[in-house]
Each structure stands twice: as structure tokens, then as C-alpha cells.
């Protein structure tokens, strides 16, 4: 109970609109996810209702933390759960340490799927869903399962309802053992393997490059962790006439990361802003103490292509930098989240400021436009095509 009574005081303290919030809406969305909890669960009490609330913090909790006594545990976690939800805000959440497995990570090997956009699915994503990539050595690789393989069902329910993907696949594919019904886009054949997490190894992401045909370097950048700019920046340091940066998939980071790659591509240019609820915004910008590159700049992106991804992406288009090509990007970008942590050992994560571009556009929830749309598709994957570099090359 003590750790729901923190994590509401935090909101209301930390978050970005914390100090204007109305209290009773928090309180709201966490009783609505703690009964639906106790209802899963045939646990329901016929005592449990809201009571009155004023608007006044303090007033407000005492008479929650009455109504819940001492509390239901896993009621208690849903309810925390809920409340971040219901900040309706895509960098607050709440995170539980869990200690790793025995023995080592397990899964399935099934490590992305054309639909995914962090834990859930892409509400713009069309049909197919496909897998787009697959763990060496793992179950899924084990049983042939290929980047490119079309996911027709899920333990017998089919991921397209009409036109729409189905969202509550999710669940049902963390099931073990998934039974798969999967239609390979090279011969058409469909097939149902069902397989068992195993172990898998997952190695460390890290930024890869080589040469294109005509002499332009390509490097992927899965992420904008700590250090992932230099990085970058040793695999150009023979200052190529032109680069295609990959950044699909790239999951986001450090926003000091993006102003110093960008370094490497401007000097003197407003990245972005981040602004907080009352005051002035800040400008991001870009560092000019790295050395210009002078090469011609394509971007590849997708709609995985998130938060650290989304500023950096919105910085090459606001400031004609480059060219981007692929697909919109995820537009999950409200502003960085800051830990604080509780006194179970979760941490809550909140933003305190809003992001803008270099506009003072908003792009989160919308993403960043491509120049050239050019997706990848189950067959793409399947054949070893890749559109992104192909239109890049006749821009290049």
C-alpha cells in the first residue's frame, strides 16, 4: 500500500503536468485497474467503491488508503500499472526489477515481428504480420523459422480480423508452448510448428557498416545508448562522399547522443526543444565540437523508429540535413523519462519536460514523414531485398 501511496505522490510532484494534475484522476485509474484485477481473479468485495473526492491530494488519498485497508498485493501492482496508463503518456512507466533466469535467457527466438512497436503493437500497422527476425541457434531457428515467414495464426487465432491486425495476439503469443501457422511468401506454403522456449543468446546490439555500390558507407545504428555517436563516427572517419544511416528498429537512447551525431552533419542548428510545463523551452543543439563530415546524409526509418529516433530523425528533416527514407516514423517521443525510485525497489519513470522539434512541432503520437516511402515487406525479408538501400542508392 505504501508503494501505491508513493507512486501517487510522485506523479503529482515529478511528472511533467504533476503539479496542475487533478489528483482524483489518478486515483480513478488506479481503484478501475485494482477491481478489474480482483475480478479476473473472482475476488471482487462488495464494499469496494470510490469514495468522495475533493481535488485535495492529501484529502483525496486518506480516504482511498481507507476504502483499500491494507490492500490486495497483486491488486495493489495492477493499480500502479493503471495509474501510469492513465497518464496516457508513452515514456512513463513503471518498472519491477526481476532477477534473471537460471541457466540464462530463454524464449522462443522470435525476436521481432513487422507489427511491434516496443511492447505493443503499432495501432497504424496493415497486414501481414510477419517475423522480421530470428534469434541464431534459437527454437525458432531450430524449427525454420525464417525473417519473412507470415504469421497466420497464433495457437489457432488469426492475427488479420477483415483488414485489422489483431491486437490481442500479443498475449496469446507469449504462451509456452505457441503453436504457430506460418505461410512462407517465396513458395506460398503454409505450415503450423509449434515450438518451446529454450535457451537463446542475444548478443549486445551494436553499430554495424560497409560499403555500398558507388563508395557510399551504410551503418546501422540499433540505438542511441551511450557512446552509440562515436561509434558512428569511427566507422566514417574516411569522410565518405555519402552515408545511409540505418536507423530502423533503432529504439531510441540518450538525447545527448543525437545532438552529437548531428554534430557530424551541421554545426550551428537548433535539434530540437524540450519544454516544461511553466517557463521557457530549451533548445537542443547540435555539438559543434564534432568535426563536419561534409557527406550527403540519407536516413532510413520505420515505424520502430522511436524516442531518441523520432528527435533525431525530426532534426535531419526541420534542418534539410539529409533525406529520409522508409517509413513514418513511431512518433513515441512525449519528452525523456527521469527514475525515481520506490520503496520496493520499482522504479517509476516520468518525463518532466515535453519534446518538440526544431520547428517547436510536436511529433509525438504523429512521427516524422518520409521523403521517399519505401517499407519492407514479408517477401523484402524473405528474398534478402532490402527497398530502403535500393531507393537510397538511386537518390545517392
Not at 554534430?263 to 559543434?288: I, M, Q, S, W
Amino acid at each position: 500500500m505504501n508503494t501505491l501511496r508513493q507512486a501517487y505522490f510522485c506523479v503529482l510532484d515529478n511528472y511533467y503536468s504533476g503539479p496542475v494534475m487533478d489528483s482524483r484522476a489518478l486515483l480513478k485509474s488506479a481503484l478501475a485497474a485494482y477491481t478489474q484485477d480482483l475480478i479476473r481473479r473472482g475476488a471482487d468485495r462488495a464494499d469496494l467503491r470510490l469514495p468522495a473526492l475533493t481535488g485535495s491530494r492529501d484529502t483525496d488519498w486518506a480516504a482511498f488508503a481507507k476504502v483499500l485497508g491494507t490492500g490486495d498485493p497483486a491488486a495493489l501492482r495492477a493499480a500502479i500499472t493503471g495509474m501510469v496508463a492513465g497518464l496516457h503518456d508513452n515514456h512513463a512507466r513503471w518498472v519491477r526489477p526481476t532477477p534473471p533466469p537460471e541457466g540464462g535467457p530463454v524464449g522462443t527466438g522470435i525476436a521481432g515481428v513487422s507489427a511491434q512497436q516496443g511492447p505493443q503493437f503499432d495501432p497504424a500497422a496493415r497486414p501481414p504480420l510477419f517475423i522480421t527476425r530470428v534469434l541464431p541457434g534459437s527454437p525458432a531457428a531450430k524449427a525454420d523459422i525464417r525473417p519473412g515467414d507470415i504469421m497466420v495464426k497464433v495457437n489457432g487465432v488469426p492475427t488479420v480480423i477483415g483488414d485489422t491486425l489483431n491486437h490481442g495476439i500479443i498475449d496469446v503469443f507469449a504462451s509456452d508452448p505457441v503453436r504457430l501457422t506460418l505461410k512462407r511468401p517465396t513458395t506460398g506454403r503454409t505450415r503450423t510448428v509449434e515450438i518451446r522456449q529454450g535457451p537463446i543468446t542475444r548478443q549486445p546490439p551494436k553499430v554495424t557498416s560497409k560499403t555500398l555500390p558507388g563508395g557510399a558507407v551504410y551503418v546501422q545504428l540499433p540505438g542511441f545508448s551511450e557512446g552509440a555517436a562515436d561509434q558512428v563516427i569511427a566507422k566514417l572517419q574516411g569522410k565518405p562522399k555519402a552515408v545511409v544511416l540505418d536507423l530502423r528498429g533503432n529504439g531510441g537512447g540518450s538525447p545527448r547522443e543525437v545532438t552529437r551525431l548531428l554534430g557530424a552533419f551541421a554545426h550551428g542548428k537548433v535539434t530540437g526543444y524540450f519544454c516544461p510545463l511553466k517557463g521557457e523551452c530549451v533548445p537542443n543543439r547540435t555539438d559543434d565540437s564534432v568535426p563536419l563530415l561534409g557527406s550527403r546524409l540519407v536516413v532510413l526509418t520505420d515505424r520502430a523508429c522511436a524516442s531518441a529516433c523520432d528527435d533525431f530523425s525530426a532534426a535531419v528533416k526541420g534542418n534539410a540535413l539529409g533525406t529520409l527514407v522508409g517509413t513514418r516514423t513511431a512518433g513515441a517521443v512525449s519528452g525523456p523519462g527521469e527514475g525515481y525510485l520506490l520503496d520496493d525497489g520499482s522504479v517509476l519513470i516520468l518525463p518532466k519536460v515535453r519534446h518538440l522539434g526544431p520547428a517547436r512541432e510536436i511529433i509525438d503520437t504523429i512521427g516524422v514523414p518520409v521523403d521517399h516511402h519505401a517499407p519492407m515487406t514479408a517477401l523484402d525479408l524473405a528474398t534478402g531485398r532490402d527497398p530502403g538501400v535500393a531507393k537510397a542508392l538511386t537518390l545517392l
